[in-house]
Structures are given as C-alpha cells and as structure tokens.
C-alpha cells in the first residue's frame, strides 16, 4: 500500500525559509503526478504547487509563485518543497499528495489525488 511522509515542517519567521520533504513508497513515485496542498484552520484544503512524474511539468498557485519551488529526487523516492519569503498566511498544515492516472493537464483539485500522506505544521510568526 502507498504511503507518504512529510517531515521538514516547524515554526520559522516572516521572511524565513523551510523545506518541506515528502517520503513515499516506490509505486507511488511511478504515478502520473505529486502535489503539495495546505489547509489553514476554517479554511478548505488549497493546491500549492505539483509536478510530473518526469519532473518535466510543474503548476503553482498564484499565492506562492516565485516563492515556492517544487522538485523531485526519483532515486530518493522523494519530493521536495523549497519555501522562501514566507508569511504569516503561509501558515497551515501541508500535505503531499499523488495522483495515480495520467491526465491532460496536472490537475489542481484536490479530490483528483489518490493518495495522501498526515501533514506537516507550518508556522510563521510575524
């Protein structure tokens, strides 16, 4: 069965930097596409960035483009999330995610994803 662990989360100030690590079983690095998601207390689970399988496609949301960068290491098994310049409302639980089936775009919607792993606490004070 396909797991996923995310680990690299913790409390950081505005204008620091984390990396977010996502850790998954070998079958799950073979499917179509790994996103990154976050949810805020209150708030609905939001796409952040994802990327192909080849690492060949990636997506971001407008609210971390140019801040955020996604890349993934296949002979790790790993999928990376490289925070800068974050901000109080950066703060939320971050999730990775894969989705098994090839599709014509790398979709955004969260409820396109198969798998998901328990998330990481992501903190920024101001």
């Known amino acids: 069965q396909v797991q996923l662990i995310e680990s690299g989360g913790g409390l950081v100030q505005a204008g620091g930097s984390l990396r977010l690590s996502c850790a998954a079983s070998?079958?799950?690095?073979?499917?179509?596409?790994t996103g990154w998601f976050r949810q805020a207390p209150g708030k609905e689970r939001e796409f952040v960035a994802a990327?192909?399988?080849?690492?060949?496609?990636?997506y971001y949301a407008d609210s971390v483009k140019g801040r955020f960068t996604i890349s993934r290491d296949n002979a790790k098994n790993m999928v990376y999330l490289q925070m800068y310049s974050l901000k109080p409302e950066d703060t939320a639980v971050y999730y990775c995610?894969?989705?098994?089936?090839?599709?014509?775009?790398?979709?955004?919607?969260?409820?396109?994803?198969?798998?998901w792993g328990q998330g990481t606490q992501v903190t920024v004070s101001s």
């Open positions: 995610a894969v989705r098994r089936l090839r599709a014509t775009m790398i979709p955004i919607n969260p409820n396109s994803y198969d798998y």
């Open positions: 070998g079958r799950a690095f073979s499917a179509y596409a």
């Open positions: 990327i192909s399988w080849s690492g060949g496609s990636t």
